[in-house]
């Protein structure tokens, strides 16, 4: 039989299936593969995360990183000239601190060093498989304490994704709990054949119409119910996911996906 062949038992064999199975299941419905990706990020599976990817993109992502890093996407830095230009009244020396710090933030390595934290160079990130790659860029954007990804260690101020970042609280940081915004998955949007955009809004609190609002007696009830309602479906995120050649979906890899680590679904 052919599991022995490769080496397996009847019972190793009948476990693959299973598995096989049990994955092409879930990727059977855009919305289920957002769920699974958040869940396989909470427990920090990755094999399983990267399951859920579509390979294409996975590599793709992982280019266009490697581009955007290498002198491909670097652009003619400021001169001092230009900038005395623009602002005549600044003396030269200011001008020429302002310049060095402008420059030294558009370099690519310094970029690397801040969207890759645990990426040194170019070449390392070359070398890197491209699922690696989509791994260590996730674990950079992950809400954790005291590792090599800790928000202790690691802080966004100086970066260009400051809004990627949740800090966390003291109470957080003292305690087994981390708090993750909940979401709920509406559902998706085909977009032709191929794409599915997989909706989700801000879970929020539920609102019970006897609620004191805030000392603003004069707003009528009805109104505050709607802005209350409008609250929780103020703040959208999207993922895009493409169907494969076997029928099932999987998650483009994109930088817009940098909100996955630091949610949860509400199921």
């Known amino acids: 039989m052919l599991v022995f062949a490769i080496g397996l038992s009847i019972s190793e064999g009948d476990d693959l299936l299973t598995r096989a199975t049990l994955l092409r299941e879930t990727m059977s419905h855009p919305s289920q593969i957002i769920t699974d990706a958040v869940a396989a990020i909470d427990r920090e599976d990755w094999a399983a995360f990267i399951d859920l990817c579509d390979p294409v993109s996975v590599r793709r992502f ?21 900038f005395l230009e623009e602002m005549p009244e600044i003396p030269r020396e200011v001008a020429e601190h302002y310049v060095e710090e402008m ?20 070449a ?7 699922a690696e790659v989509l791994v260590r860029w996730l674990q950079s954007r992950m809400i954790r304490r005291e590792d090599d990804f800790s928000v202790r260690k690691w802080g966004p101020s ?33 977009d032709g054949s191929e794409f599915a955009h997989v909706i989700c809004r801000h879970a929020g609190r539920s609102y019970a119409p006897d ?21 929780n479906r103020s703040l959208m995120l999207t993922a895009l996911c493409r169907r494969q050649a076997d ?19 509400v199921t």
């Open 158 to 190: 100086r970066g260009l994704e400051v809004t990627e970042i949740r800090r966390l609280s003291q109470e957080e940081l003292d305690s087994d709990f981390i708090y993750k915004p909940q979401y709920v998955v509406l559902g998706s949007v085909r």
């Open 62 to 82: 992982k280019n266009e990183l490697v581009w955007q890093f290498s002198d491909n996407g670097y652009s003619r830095g400021v001169e001092v000239e230009d």
């Open 103 to 122: 420059n030294s933030k558009r370099d690519p390595a310094y970029r690397l060093s801040i969207e890759l934290s645990t990426v040194s160079s170019l």
């Open 124 to 130: 390392e990130l070359q070398g890197l498989e491209p």
């Open 211 to 231: 609620e004191e609002d805030s000392g603003d007696y004069s707003t009528p009830q009805d109104e505050a119910a709607l802005s209350h309602a409008l609250e």
């Open 247 to 265: 029928g099932t979906w999987r998650l483009i890899a994109e930088r817009n996906l940098f909100f996955l680590p630091q949610m949860s679904i």
